[in-house]
């Protein structure tokens, strides 16, 4: 039997960092993973693949709306091949896990391929390719998230499908029918719609993204109703049934009229599930709560002590990033140093174009913990580079301390934002205020100016180019 100072289960982002960063740290690792490719949900049916669609969808519409304007004329039709399209996003996530492969090799970590359960605090079986019983001294559990259903609806997986079916179509849908306004829904309702589907949204809450501060749903939504989706929001989902090739969805609306969809295909993006089956956690003494969430304290160690958790499986927003930071943390706890997480910073995206990026508190949060705080607020319409690219919508938004001055929260919707909000991220780990963004300077022309001009706003109303 293999002895390891630390075992993984699950090599999402979550997992395989976690590896990566005690193997670092001088741990004899060994990572188990029940698929024959590393990289969990994240690289192979979620993060990785729906962004490679979402960037050639999005270079698809903007040759077939846009090049004109820029003085490209393309003779003839223009048209999709989604074949070959996912064929190239089956490749980039190939690509990406192949990766993963050649990072455990070279930190010396040993993959088991097959299903980790617990057999006790101290050894786990493995059933599957590499079958056998592994000891560890410590346990890290990194299996991730699901994605989850409503009870009356039953998935055929053809008609009535969820992301990972969603992300391999064999035809565009006709009429795509989305059950659920967050990320994912969004996102890949926009793929569709870029290359011709009807796209119809129904989110039971009164607005989408809307754990999101209210006006980027609000400009998101606006982007959305521009493209011709149909975006039906206070919508409780009452059936879903398929006939044939045909997708019949009931659902009520806030005045408690029954209203009826009909598409060819119907999404289920209502958000997703810890996933620990055949995990055998109890055999190991770990604690499961009602949500079926692992239990951990503060520093993500189990009711067992010497096994720990990550990721989608414990409480928390379900983010790769937040799974990459905590396996981190974990290592280190493990080596004796004193890791830091602030989850009030761990910034939250929404790939659509405009891009949506949000990292600390929200206008609801600061006006519901009567947190006196001032807004500063920017459009990017008004940035030189913004009309350049001809990507102007969307906005910056900064909120600080009404008597410090420090930033609580940015949100922002507009191209490049995914990136632009690491500049939010550092400045609000160092404790920044809205003055001192204002105040370093920023290249111009560029979207990040917009950042700027809003903590300008955010200072003394003081913004330059509004």
Known sequence: MNSYDVAIIGSGPGGYVAAIRCAQLGMKTALIEKYSTLGGTCLNVGCIPSKALLSSSHHYEEATKHFADHGIEIPGEIKVNLEKMIARKQAVVDQTTGGIDFLMKKNNIDVYEGVGAFKDATHITIEGKDAGEIEAKYSIIATGSKPSNLPFISLDKERIITSTEALKLKEVPKHLMIIGGGVIGLELGQVYRRLGAEVTVIE???????????????????VFKKAKCKMMVSHKVQSVERNGDEVVVNAENKKGELVEFKGDYCLVSVGRRPYTDGLNAEAAGVKINDRGQVEVNEHLQTSAPNIYAIGDVVR???????????GVFVAETLAGQKPHIDYNLIPGVVYTWPEVAAVGKTEEELKEAGTAYKVGQFPFRALGRARASGDIDGFVKILADKTTDEVLGVHMIGARCADLIAEAVTAMEFRASAEDISRYSHAHPTFAEAVKEAALAATDDRALHV
């Open 204 to 222: 039971y809450m009164d607005r989408i993204i809307p754990t999101m501060d209210a006006g980027l749903s609000k400009e998101l939504n606006k």
């Open 316 to 326: 928390g927003a379900m983010l790769a990033h937040k799974a990459e930071e905590e």
